[in-house]
């Protein structure tokens, strides 16, 4: 497991951006970035769960998280837009994004693949990331030190069978990551990263792999340390990489 110990005010003031914040990792995250004194843009599609979230946010005494439900899956461009506009208003910049959401699709060998899921799982997978990235870049431009985070896996490192969509997009994720990364490495206000959380207690995980006990698997909050290390001030410096959440590493 990834070891390090964030200070309490690691992101103090700062305002980050959580896509699938409703639930499993995206959750954590949001929540680890409160309590580590961010202001949390909750980002979902299930507006009852981002509530059930602001609320336990609100009440433990984290700054005021704000929610914006949207699904990924039939965003358009002016959809991002307008929530680049929204932040803008309320907020002025954006210190942070984890690109959290992400859909499986079919476990099935790419001859028998639906053409239908495979476009769904690349427009929430790539699309979605690509278009509120591009989006929101200007907003990110104007922190001092920002920092975005997609989520890659195993998977879109070595092809493997039977995981067709969810794994073309994933290396599509590690392409786009290191493509920007080489476009803003000279700009030491912002940088670019990747996370493999690798196998966690989800509900993802329990589809793809619906015969594995679960108690198997570290939970969600158990691989924050790498979330929180990539979000917050000491990994100024890492750009274009794809760090590994259950990996030795230690910072």
Do not use: C
């Not at 009852?48 to 990924?72: H, R, T």
């Not at 929530?83 to 959290?100: A, I």
């Not at 030491?188 to 679960?214: D, F, K, L, V």
């Amino acid at each position: 497991m990834f070891h390090y110990n964030a200070p309490a005010d690691l992101l103090r003031d700062r305002v980050i951006l959580v896509t699938g914040a409703g639930e499993g990792i995206g959750r954590a995250a949001a929540w680890q970035y409160a309590a580590h004194g961010a202001t949390v843009v909750l980002l979902g599609r299930t507006l009852e769960k981002l509530e059930s979230l602001y609320d336990e946010i609100e009440a433990a005494g984290y700054p005021q998280p704000a929610i914006v439900p949207m699904n990924l899956d039939s965003a358009a461009e002016h959809d991002y837009i307008e929530l680049s506009n929204q932040l803008f208003d309320e907020f002025g910049r954006l210190d942070g994004v984890l690109h959290n959401a992400g859909l499986l699709g079919m476990r099935t060998p790419i001859e028998n693949y639906d053409p239908i899921t495979w476009e769904q799982v690349m427009r929430v997978n790539v699309h979605a990331p690509f278009l509120m990235t591009q989006t929101l870049l200007p907003l990110l431009h104007r922190s001092d030190d920002a920092s975005v985070i997609f989520t890659s896996s195993g998977v879109g490192r070595t092809g493997r069978a039977y995981w067709g969509a969810y794994a073309v997009s994933k290396f599509a994720t590690e392409g786009m990551m290191q493509v920007l990364a080489d476009e803003l490495e000279n700009d030491p206000s912002i940088r670019i990263n990747a996370i493999n959380p690798g196998a966690t207690r989800t509900q993802m995980r329990a589809y793809a792999y619906p015969a594995e006990p679960p108690e198997n698997n570290p939970t969600p909050a158990e691989i924050m340390p790498i979330y929180l290390y990539l979000m917050g001030p000491d990994s100024r410096q890492i750009n274009g990489q794809s760090l590994d959440a259950q990996g030795e590493g230690r910072a």
